[in-house]
């Protein structure tokens, strides 16, 4: 079954004459897989409609926020209601104070929160922030994972163990990420070690504790605890960016998963997005009151927006913490999310297809790859040509993943019985070709 990609084409053709590369974020652009990204016309549910009119199975779903599905009713009638009363006012509302109260209720560690419009935005500012609190210049962050594209985040590990990185991208002058270690994941000697040497000068720890831009990798629980008690015994804050697994993975986030193994864990900083916005422009970033209030118009810590807190995102954002905050809401994302990863795996281990996969909550990851990796390395270990194999020949099948090995999947509400057993009998399929 081949779909007739000829609107798809002809858009893509309009939009690379105006558009560098004809997209707005290089992921979409199908460098990695080849082939013509589909133009989305419309979606609901979990589904989505290209523009050829034809019907995928959305196992992005925004990379991650539309954790109800596309077109949720009462999401829907809360922005339709929101955007007849204003779009912007760069004034305070109460809805801001209502969307602040709600996500503070559900992390005990979290006192204050500041709302901003992106995860790029929320991250910068946290390093900011943590700098800003410590007086400290130095940052870790791990490979493989991403916080958005401030120029100082945009780095990779140097040669050599825990060295100061190398800029990812033209245009990140050297000393811009001078300050920034670049460890490996999971790697608690580099961990150690950098600790020893750079200890009073560390003003922040940035990780993803369940890696979600490299597929998807777990912190082990070892790790995180290692991260936790390095940073107080130094005096460095620890930052969660839980961009992608915040209301994702589970209500409280990656922290409360690591909650159940360490009592009383939590970070002193945590970046949130895509799902507080529900597919709006909208994240924050929070931590206790002492932290917080460095920012202004209270401290030295500058950060503004002409769009933060935007009533429209904030009304569609309350909607969807509303729905996903219902009693059973998280046990039945869960359970469904083990269905399409156990079947997965099964039909891979009956077509004789390396296989491995993981997910906690709405998240997943799976790799042709015989064991879980534990870090950047071991992902890109994983064989690109089948997996893109693997990708077309689902797309083909009318199943939607991400379009590069190297990122996580999100199965909403909205995904029913049927969709996940259609994708299993699909992938089922492409295995065997495999
Ligand atoms: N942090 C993480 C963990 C992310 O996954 C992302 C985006 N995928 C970001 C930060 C950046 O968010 P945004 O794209 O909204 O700027």
Redesign the pocket.
């Known amino acids: 079954m081949t779909p007739n990609t000829d609107r798809n084409d002809w858009l893509m053709e309009r939009a690379r004459r105006v558009i560098p590369g004809g997209v707005n ?1 290089p992921v979409r652009a199908f460098r990695a897989v080849g082939g013509t990204p589909r133009f989305v016309q419309r979606a609901q549910g979990p589904y989505f409609w290209d523009a050829n009119g034809t019907r995928y199975i959305d196992y992005i779903g925004s ?2 926020p539309m954790i109800l599905g596309h077109g949720h009713p009462a999401v829907l009638e809360a922005v339709q209601k929101a955007a007849t009363e204003g779009f912007s006012f760069g004034a305070p509302t109460e809805r801001e104070i209502e969307l602040a109260e709600a996500i503070l209720a559900l992390r005990p560690g979290t006192e204050m929160l500041r709302l901003v ?7 910068m500012t946290a390093i900011r922030l943590a700098r800003g609190a410590t007086g400290r210049s130095r940052i870790i962050k791990f490979e493989g ?5 401030a120029d100082a985040l945009l780095v990779k590990a140097g040669s050599g163990l825990a060295t100061f990185g190398n800029p990812t991208s033209a245009g990140v002058p050297p000393e811009v990420v001078q300050h920034t270690l670049v460890l490996e994941y999971n790697n608690l000697a580099q961990l150690e070690q950098a600790f020893a040497e750079h200890g009073p000068h560390i003003a922040g720890l940035i990780m ?1 504790p369940i ?3 490299m597929n998807f990798v777990r912190a082990s629980v070892d790790f995180t605890r290692r991260c936790r008690e390095l940073c107080t015994q130094h005096g460095a804050l620890l930052i969660y ?5 915040g209301f994702r993975v589970a209500l409280g986030g990656a922290q409360s998963v690591y909650a159940r193994s360490i009592p009383g864990f939590e970070p002193d900083i945590t ?1 949130l ?2 799902v507080i916005g529900g597919g709006m ?1 909208l ?1 924050a970033f929070g931590g206790k009151r002492a932290v917080m209030e460095q920012l202004a118009p209270l401290g030295p810590v500058y950060q503004a927006g002409t769009l933060s807190g935007n009533p429209v995102a904030t009304a569609c954002g309350l909607a969807t913490l509303r729905e996903i905050t219902k009693p059973g809401f998280f046990d039945a994302l869960t359970a469904k999310t083990h269905r399409l990863v156990d079947g997965l795996k099964a039909a891979a281990l009956k077509a004789g297809v390396p296989f491995a996969a993981d997910s906690e909550g709405g998240m997943f990851g799976f790799f042709l790859l015989r064991e879980l990796p534990r870090n950047y390395g071991e992902v890109m270990q994983s064989d690109g040509a089948r997996f893109n194999t693997l990708f077309h020949g689902l797309l083909d099948r009318g199943v939607y993943i991400a379009p590069a090995l190297y990122e996580a999947g999100f199965v909403s509400a909205a995904h029913g019985e049927a969709d996940i057993a259609a994708t299993i009998d699909a992938a089922a399929e492409v295995f065997r070709l495999l």
């Open positions: 974020s990379w991650g419009s992106s995860g790029t935005e929320a991250g994972c991403y916080h958005g594209h993803e890696a979600g831009n960016d839980e961009v992608m697994t970046v997005g895509k422009p994240a």
